[in-house]
Each structure stands twice: as structure tokens, then as C-alpha cells.
């Protein structure tokens, strides 16, 4: 007529229908559990085992997060120094379309100087000598080329200022042979005074000087070295001897 106990000898638990299907959960759990020297032999081993193996996990992790970090700042400076790259060839190209112009625009400048007192001088049959001579298609060859280096420079200039300073020494060039040549002809031809010819020629030609030195002086802050390249250059030798000690 005693209560019903399981195998243990704890209180069965009762399954009655309804609100009253509640197990003695409390007394249970104190009959069930078992006190064994194995568990806590098990129990102290793990964790001497954890206490060891920890620096190893810490030193892994370490090492990893150091590997990854490595990786993003080689991933950093490779793709800056593709963008300084890609500037800097924009750069070179720049440079060299406008060494061309101002090569060829001053020496235009400078041959113009002697040129328009001797065009001054000269008679109509000496200047239909005159265009078969080496100077006469030196200076057709040089304006051809002016020309060229100023078309390519309008889309390479990529700068407001330049582009427009470009564009009055193109001006410049186009009227050259009229405003800096043309007076000195009609001179030679006697339709004209020769010293006003000439000045009027010179008067030109100092515009077209003036307008090539305010191409050169808006270029130059478009070219100056950029001072984030040289840092660059300093990580490709330390990334190159890197590769060098682990070959």
C-alpha cells in the first residue's frame, strides 16, 4: 500500500491527467545523482589539459590574426600603388607631349626673331626661293608639330587651367604666320613700313612667348612628384628584398 518507487529507489513519477501531471522533478534530481571519482578524475584532467593547451591557442591566434593583418596591409599597399601608378604614367605622358611643345614652340620663338627682319627684306623672288629652302620646310614641319602636341594635350591635360591656357597659345600659333609673318612680307613688298612691319611681327611673337610660359607655369603643379610615390618606392624595395630571402 506504499507509494511506488523505480529502480532506484526514488518516488515513481505519476502521470495523472489534467493540472495534476506534474513530476517531483526536485526529488528526483536528488536521488539520481551520483557522486563518482571517475567524473571529477575526468573533470580535473580537462581542465589541466585546457590550462596547457591554452598559450598554444593563444599563440595560434595571434599568429593568424597577424597572418590576415599582413595580408590586408600587402592587399592596401598594392592597390595604392596601382592608383599612383596609373597616375603617374598619366603624368609621364603629359610631360612628354608638353616637352615636345615647348621644344618646338621656342624654337619657333627664336628662329621668328631673325626671321621677320629678313622677310622684311625680301623681294617676290626671293621668297619663291626661299620656300624650297631647308628653313622654309623646317618651319612648316615644326608648325605641323606644334599643332599635334597641342591637340593630344587638350585630352591629356585633364585641368580647367590648362586647357585653357593651351587654347590661347593654340590661338597664338594659328596667327602666327599672319600677325608675325604677314606684316614683314608687305614690308618686302613695299606696302608697308619696314620698322613698323617689324615690330608689329615681334609684337607677336612676344604674345606667343607669353602664352607658352603660362602653359608651362600651370603645368608644372600637374607634374610635380608626388611625395606618397616615393614612399612606394621604399615599400617595393623592402617587399623585394622580402621576396629575395624567402627564395
Not at 596601382?82 to 614652340?105: G, P, V
Request: charged share 25%.
Amino acid at each position: 500500500g506504499g507509494e511506488p518507487v523505480n529502480d532506484l529507489g526514488a518516488p515513481a513519477v505519476r502521470l495523472l491527467p489534467g493540472p495534476d501531471r506534474v513530476p517531483d522533478l526536485p526529488v528526483q534530481r536528488q536521488h539520481l545523482r551520483v557522486d563518482h571519482p571517475v567524473r571529477e578524475a575526468c573533470g580535473g584532467l580537462g581542465s589541466r589539459i585546457m590550462t596547457d593547451l591554452a598559450p598554444l591557442f593563444l599563440t595560434g591566434g595571434f599568429a593568424l590574426v597577424g597572418t590576415l593583418g599582413g595580408v590586408a596591409i600587402t592587399q592596401h599597399f598594392s592597390l595604392r600603388e596601382a592608383r599612383l601608378d596609373r597616375a603617374e604614367q598619366h603624368k609621364a605622358a603629359l610631360r612628354e607631349e608638353l616637352s615636345k611643345l615647348t621644344y618646338e614652340c621656342q624654337a619657333l620663338i627664336d628662329a621668328s626673331w631673325l626671321m621677320i627682319p629678313i622677310l622684311a627684306k625680301m623681294t617676290s623672288t626671293d621668297l619663291r626661293e626661299w620656300v624650297d629652302t631647308d628653313s622654309a620646310k623646317e618651319s612648316g614641319r615644326r608648325r605641323v608639330q606644334i599643332l599635334t602636341s597641342l591637340a593630344r594635350l587638350c585630352y591629356l591635360a585633364g585641368d580647367l587651367d590648362l586647357v585653357v591656357a593651351l587654347a590661347q597659345l593654340e590661338r597664338c600659333i594659328n596667327d602666327f604666320a599672319e600677325k608675325a609673318h604677314g606684316p614683314a612680307l608687305e614690308a618686302g613688298s613695299g606696302r608697308r613700313d619696314l620698322m613698323d612691319a617689324i615690330a608689329e611681327g615681334f609684337k607677336h611673337v612676344k604674345e606667343t612667348r607669353q602664352a607658352l610660359q603660362q602653359v608651362v607655369t600651370t603645368a608644372a603643379p600637374l607634374l610635380a612628384l608626388d611625395i606618397r610615390k616615393a614612399e612606394m618606392s621604399s615599400y617595393r624595395m623592402w617587399a623585394r628584398a622580402r621576396s629575395n630571402r624567402k627564395s
